[in-house]
């Protein structure tokens, strides 16, 4: 199985909402990754995990806040998000943190704030 | 500043027909990884070449790496409709965080 998960697909909330992207691979993988990614640009970097501890985070605030409950799963927790922060997120593992292993990509999220 | 700069041009062939894109970055890496990306669908890794190779082929797909002119490019053979995508380069610098650094990207549109 080299497939990353995520769901849901689509997600519209207002900026008073609380919801929850979540994110899984059963490749064994160690490292887990969300990014954000507007429309016509490269994904950003939000967060790394590395067996399961955060190691990374590119400044976010608080209003993401990342959870890796095992070595499988990943959430995003959302609250108070901004109509800027509409964007597809992205989730991605790889073998091992660091740039030497290839990221394997989930379809996304498509968030909309309303 | 953002590694992987890719010439932002879209490009248009028709099937069959070559496409070439270029990527530059700005400091030394430990490798420089292509991706794929379907409309508004997750990345697919290409192809990964380090620092000290110069060539490397994966399939229809080749990829140059020019570390003293810090580019690099990324040529897909007989383009099929399905390569419609947008192409993105991604750094690894050798010193620093040890993170993907995005270029911008390329649009590739192929006529059937």
């Known amino acids: 199985d080299t497939e990353v998960t995520q769901t849901p697909k689509h997600l519209v909330m207002g900026m008073t909402n609380k919801k929850s992207l979540k994110c899984e691979q059963h490749m064994g993988h160690r490292a887990m990754y969300w990014y954000k990614q507007k429309a016509k640009k490269p994904p950003e970097l939000m967060f790394v995990y590395s067996y399961e501890k955060l190691s990374i985070n590119e400044s976010v605030p608080s209003r993401f806040s990342p959870e890796c409950p095992n070595s499988s799963l990943l959430n995003l927790h959302l609250h108070a998000l901004q109509p800027e922060d509409s964007a597809l997120y992205l989730c991605?593992?790889?073998?091992?943190?660091?740039?030497?292993?290839?990221?394997?990509f989930g379809p996304g999220t498509r968030l909309t704030v309303t | 500043s953002q590694q992987g700069e890719e010439d932002p041009q879209a490009l248009s062939i028709q099937e069959g027909e070559n496409a070439t894109m270029n990527c530059s970055y700005k400091t030394s890496i430990n490798n420089l990884q292509w991706y794929r990306q379907n409309s508004g669908r997750g990345l697919v890794h290409l192809i990964l070449?380090?620092?000290?190779?110069r060539e490397k082929h994966s399939g229809r797909l080749r990829v140059t790496l020019d570390t003293s002119k810090k580019s690099s490019s990324l040529l897909i053979t007989a383009s099929r409709a399905a390569d419609t995508a947008s192409y993105f380069c991604?750094?690894?610098?050798?010193?620093?965080?040890?993170?993907?650094?995005f270029g911008k990207g390329n649009q590739v549109v192929v006529i059937p």
């Open positions: 991605a593992s790889s073998h091992g943190q660091g740039g030497t292993y290839e990221q394997y």
């Open positions: 991604a750094t690894v610098a050798y010193y620093g965080n040890n993170r993907l650094a």
């Open positions: 070449i380090r620092s000290n190779e």
